[in-house]
């Protein structure tokens, strides 16, 4: 069971827009820590998609944000591609726990 | 460019012991703090230790406390994971993970 709550699928035709939700508690997002969120491929390591809530590293499409609002985060996607079709993790920090805490993970589908 | 090369994962049997390494390069490591994480076969990430710059911070996830030790060596540029009493829920693929840039993981396989 993870400490932060995320979705388990979410789906979307091409060109539309989604969501995915990070669910989190006063120790971690609600504690004011900032919230990561990975793209990972399969077969791959995760790749960093969004930094510090909100922030895109460079050569992430600005197809890609992300949001905070107090426990919980959010990141869009919208103009959905086939390529984006994966598996999404949110991370945070923890004051209860002394170090990363993660989602369980959302697997978005393109149809 | 950063780079994180990480090795060491195997076949070990159930009890056994592993020594993992990642060797880094592109950044000044005796700079930065490190940590783990792992990924178990279809399932999602879960971090397992932290090292501060020095060496002198050091956090484990419960799930690990007791059996695992982090270390690092500045003057190689490489962080270490000695995974002792190894179980099977052990198995799956260990990333050495630099702020948030992700090395490629190895895989290691604990069998009963």
């Known amino acids: 069971q993870s400490v932060l709550t995320q979705p388990p699928s979410v789906s979307g035709a091409p060109g539309q827009r989604v969501t995915i939700s990070c669910t989190g508690s006063?120790?971690?997002?609600?504690?004011?820590?900032?919230v990561h969120w990975y793209q990972q491929l399969p077969g791959t390591a995760p790749k960093l998609i969004i930094n510090?809530?909100?922030n895109r590293p460079s050569g992430v499409p600005d197809r890609f944000s992300g949001s905070k609002s107090g426990t919980s985060a959010s990141l869009a996607i919208t103009g959905l591609q086939a390529e984006d079709e994966a598996d999404y993790y949110c991370q945070s920090s923890d004051s209860s726990l002394s170090g990363w805490v993660f989602g369980g993970g959302t697997k978005l589908t393109v149809l | 460019e950063v780079q994180l090369v990480e090795s060491g994962g195997d076949l070990v049997q159930s009890g056994g012991s592993l020594r993992l390494s990642c060797v880094t390069s592109g950044f000044t490591f005796s700079s930065y703090e490190m940590n783990w994480v792992r990924q178990a076969p279809g399932k999602g990430l879960e971090w397992v230790s932290y090292i501060s710059y020095t060496g002198s911070t050091i956090y484990y996830a419960d799930s690990v406390k007791g059996r695992f030790t982090i270390s690092r060596d500045n003057a190689k540029n490489s962080l270490y994971l000695q995974m002792n009493s190894l179980r099977g829920d052990d198995t799956g693929v260990y990333y050495c993970?630099?702020?948030?840039?992700w090395g490629q993981g190895t895989l290691v396989t604990v069998s009963s």
């Open positions: 993970v630099y702020r948030r840039v």
């Open positions: 510090g809530d909100t």
């Open positions: 006063s120790s971690n997002i609600g504690a004011g820590y900032d």
